[in-house]
């Protein structure tokens, strides 16, 4: 375990929490280097040996650092706005291991993107492939393509993080496909690579995979029988990790699925985990301001809100949260809320933990993923640091925003 307690202190790598808050003050953002590089090493071991591209999901955590760690270790980008292509760039990730996603991209990004030489957009629409074929016709450039269509296949996570449903509003509905690939043919500007899919996040189950990827790969045999030149299979992201009681899917397993149904295929594949690469990297800590104590329960009031980790008010996300000091009984029971003028502004309710009081530090686990990310300055709350641990050194890979900054 890289957050493990010794001598009732919890540490990260091999520095005790409570020093960083010393140095930093809370709250903040820990990660472990050891932690982010052995998640990805065991997801590009997984595929070695294939020709595979692990595109790392820069929307689960976009910190320059990070994506700096990843990009050494042979990382490529799946990006979902200018600014993350940006980031990715500044990162020294190589234009052709940059994918483009999102079901909105405009045309300013678009012409960034083409004139960037990214390696691969993943369009979502007849509309957005005929604009593509546009923006790349007035650039003298064709745009590379690949086709994300939805299989259909309800991946069985939280209804607002499934996305390859016939309601969800991601990919080509499969009925339209054909047509769809029909139309792009004939634009001059757009070069079909392949296909795409991506069918949710935080999935937990090797079944909804198994589904879509044998769909998707079916569809891939036809329309090469029916004469298109795909050579790119992108099978997105969506792997979940353990924030409670889940079972995770063993990346092994993962892999073992995947190169069964591309075996026959001859193809690139292209993978986009985000949060099983980032999410168990990274605790959010923060010290207690209140005990309120009331007829009904009590509550321990933090000095992190929802709008540094947004994930429990937005999706009703559970993370495990402990004391940064061990006490000696963890016999009380508390709501541990943030100061954020919104009732959702909740980490967790009814959560047994040692007797607290005010200065107390605690940490939420699993904050990694979606949540420095996701960030935002709601009630004019300035972003708070993400400091960086590898063995015994501590880096601040973003410093806290002051007041200056945030009020411009
Ligand atoms: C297209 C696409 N690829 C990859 C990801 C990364 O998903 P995860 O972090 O669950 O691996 C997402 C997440 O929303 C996505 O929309």
């Known amino acids: 375990m890289i957050f493990a307690y010794k001598n009732s202190r919890l540490y990260a790598e091999n520095i ?11 709250p903040f953002y820990c990660y472990s280097k050891q932690q982010l590089t052995g998640n990805f090493l065991e997801f590009k071991n ?8 692990i595109c790392y999901a820069l929307k689960s955590n976009s910190n320059h650092n990070i994506i700096s760690l990843l990009q050494k270790l042979g990382s490529g980008a799946d990006t979902v706005s200018e600014g993350e292509v940006r980031a990715a760039l500044k990162a020294g990730i190589s234009p052709d291991k940059i994918v483009f996603s999102g ?13 960037s030489n990214i390696g691969q957009f993943n369009v979502e629409s007849i509309e957005e492939i ?20 939805n299989p259909d296949v309800d991946a069985k996570t939280h209804d607002k993080i499934s996305t390859g449903r ?54 891939f045999k036809t329309l090469r029988e029916m004469g298109y030149n795909l050579a790119r299979l992108d099978l997105g992201g969506g792997i979940g990790i353990k924030y409670k009681d889940e079972n995770p899917i063993k990346i092994s397993d993962y892999a073992d699925i995947i190169k069964e149904v591309i075996k026959p295929l001859n193809v690139k594949l292209f993978l986009e985990p985000g949060r099983r690469i980032s999410g168990n990297a990274g605790i959010l ?37 402990i004391s940064v000091d061990e006490g000696l009984e963890q016999h009380n029971i508390y709501d541990v809320v943030g100061p954020v003028c919104e009732s959702s502004d909740i980490f967790g309710k009814e959560r ?9 530090l605690l940490a939420i686990l699993c904050a990694g993923a979606y949540g420095a990310s996701m960030s935002s300055v709601y009630n004019l709350r300035p972003l708070i640091p993400e400091i960086m641990v590898d063995g015994d050194k501590v880096e601040i890979i973003r410093k806290r925003q002051t007041y200056e900054e945030l009020l411009g």
Do not use: C
Request: charged share 30%.
């Open 285 to 321: 800590v923060s010290e207690v301001q209140y005990i309120k104590k009331t007829i009904e329960r009590d509550f321990a009031i933090i000095d992190a809100g929802m709008n540094d980790l947004a994930r429990p008010a937005v999706y009703g996300a559970y993370h495990e949260i």
């Open 130 to 149: 005929e604009l593509l074929n546009e923006v790349a016709g007035k650039l003298g450039v064709k745009a590379p393509v690949s086709i994300r269509v």
């Open 103 to 115: 079901v909105g991209k405009t045309k300013r990004e678009m012409e960034f993107g083409l004139r």
């Open 16 to 26: 005790a929490v409570s020093d960083i808050a010393k140095q930093v003050g809370t």
């Open 352 to 360: 047994r933990l040692k007797e607290l009081r005010s200065g107390d």
């Open 166 to 219: 016939k309601s969800d509003k991601f990919g080509i509905a499969w009925e339209d496909v054909f047509l769809v690939f029909d139309k792009a043919k004939h634009l001059k500007n757009i070069d079909i690579q392949g296909i795409t899919t991506h069918i949710g996040s935080q999935i937990t189950s090797l079944e909804p995979y198994k589904a879509a990827f044998h769909k998707v790969a079916e569809l």
């Open 46 to 53: 997984a595929f070695s040996g294939i020709d595979a591209t």
